[in-house]
DNA sequence: AATGAATGAGCGTTCATTCAT
DNA sequence: TATGAATGAACGCTCATTCAT
């Protein structure tokens, strides 16, 4: 997936930034960071390793952005946001049937976890926001993005569902995709048998939006 | 979860913890060491922090664990020998039918995830497998278990099929409950909807096992 | 106390404010100085909080003072000059006689003393005598000046006495009331006592002048 | 004056300057904290000052105070606590008369504030109260204990006063003093003058104490 | 088995100052 | 005149680790 362009994140000190040099000095800093991130983890990023990689001095660094946590939010927000235009696109794609459009948005979903950036930088996420709130409303707010094209489509598909029950089951499908990120991401243990893998959770989630669930959502069997 | 016995984990000095003291005194480092994992992330795991929280001083605590590794390594293989037990257990489980088996399997993995313990560890245990090939090891052991009781029963219930291809059933299925951990998780965004997801997410499962593919694992359709 | 106008102040970059937008500016750059030592204290003095404050870069601030101590310098006189136009004009003061010049005079410092300016300033001139040869010089030539007045009055009043007696009651009177700065200043814990310490200090400095010493300048008792 | 013994300060960190050495190093770090200040002001105590001075790592001093600020409360409450027992020393002092007694603590504080360590710290202290509620407190701790003992002398020689004329007695005999400290302190510029200001200010505040005020607690004249 | 003491590298951040434009 | 960009030293503080006792 391609990033954001730098242009649409902002929080970096006001007044920085305002020369092509220094917009492009904003630009290099989060891509930076992002590989730092990469290669380190969230928690081998520092503000030194950044200033270092990209040859210039803390100070500078500082000069854009005041603090470490202003250049993580504008980092994340950087990623999500590259997220958020694609799930836009996918929403708006024009296909031939419901069906069709949600095999579209999983196998999508599903090769980009095999990214390098995917695959490295969502396990980080999960455990930020699980001690930090501000990331768990980003990450939050980019599933809902997720989960409401794919809401769109099962609606579609299942004009007699109720509302709960269509939110239940976009939030299986999208869930039970994630967890495959840590397991046949990039270079991860059974990077090998992503194929098949993908094409067996795929026609299963598809199967549990057509024809699931078989449990209603108040727990009562159909 | 109950956790390993102490004596169990080997990594802390050899020749200390020798008597029986020292050996409570190791396994109340692991226990602490585990309470500050899950109140303060990873990465808020400090050797300070520990020693304080027991009432130790830090000098004494390098005593039993001469380096952070090494209590780290004792830690999170104390974490998964509890889980290595437990799927050892649901093995020999005796059960009706292997639907039966299977959906236990599954309700178990479901449920443990909700645990605090769980919804906090495990995503830093997966962060953690992407920098440290050690930890990518014990993960992958850890996983390897529980997929091999899912391989057992699905080898039952589907003789026919090759074992790449139950393997591949087993994989898809642990690695699809195993993402729901940071939407449904314990305090998570989504906790209130578990029930009705995990009847959703098993079902479906069962149905892969027990149905599917309709993708053999050379990509062919049946 | 008004304070000087920009044109008396010189030390700021040679060469620059030239034209009156430039002086202008230069004066405003020590009037928010002033604020910002009333507010955050010397040492919360920058360079930066001043640029900020005026809406000016850092850059062109050190256009106007290359150096934060030119700035210093610059802030200090501006305030230093207030006192001694005052000085000068409560030396001129037509009075009906030197008891009542006297009271005057006293009654002015010791009103002033009370002004938020002054009671944030002069400890910190204070302070800064201790350790800076010129702001020791400037602080020993502002107070030379109201010396000077007093001893012009204890003259008159006492003409018996040598140069040097004289001397020693204006530099006693105007030591004895400097300390009451700190203590009935603005915002002090005694401010509420202010109006009879005043009464109390100054008609005992008054009867300094007039019947004081009882001991000499040679120590001997008269 | 004797500074107190590091024992009765208690901010560093618990557990620590246990052992001699490590009580030795604490008495050590607030010995050469307090020259620091004298050197260097307030503004230019450094930890790392601290620590290099007394050929210690950072990390070490830290490890005895673990902020800044712990430091200097201690710092503060040492020289304070020293006073506070001269205070008490002069309170019960054997004398002749009332008037041998007020002479004899005001020649005390008249002396002592010519003592480089007094010279030095105080305009620090004063300019620290106005931004420092902690630093206001303790200083108007200090100051209360000083006019206390001024209060007893002078309610035995005024029994007719109201205990608010006798309180404003005191706060204006140790006021007027303090204010010398900053014009014939040690190395101040008229230092030479203090044997005669030192008897002329003393004289007069006695005649006050004495005779005075002839302006009563109301305002209104005697 | 346990302590207090100590190190040294690294952290995020501040700030006076410089410089090209 | 004025800006944004950049530096480099210093700051308070943290932390894994080491060591003598």
Redesign the interface.
Known sequence: MSPATPAQVKRHRPGTAAYDKGRATAAAILDVARDVVLE?????LTMRKIAAQIGMSPGNLSYYYATKRDLLEDLFTLVITGYLEEFERLRQMQVDSPVAQLRAVLEFVYDDLGQRET??FF??L??A???DDWA?EQ??ML?RQYRSVLIEIVTTLRPELDEQAVT??A??I???????????GHKR??RD?A???K???I???I??AVD????R?D?SRR
């Open positions: 380190h983890g969230l928690r081998g695959t490295y396990p980080e999960w455990a926001a699980l001690r768990e990450m939050e599933y239940d089951i939030l299986t999208s869930a039970s995709i994630e967890g495959h990120t840590v397991f046949i243990p059974h048998r194929p098949h893998i094409a067996l959770i026609e299963q989630l199967s549990l699931g669930p078989r449990v959502s727990g």
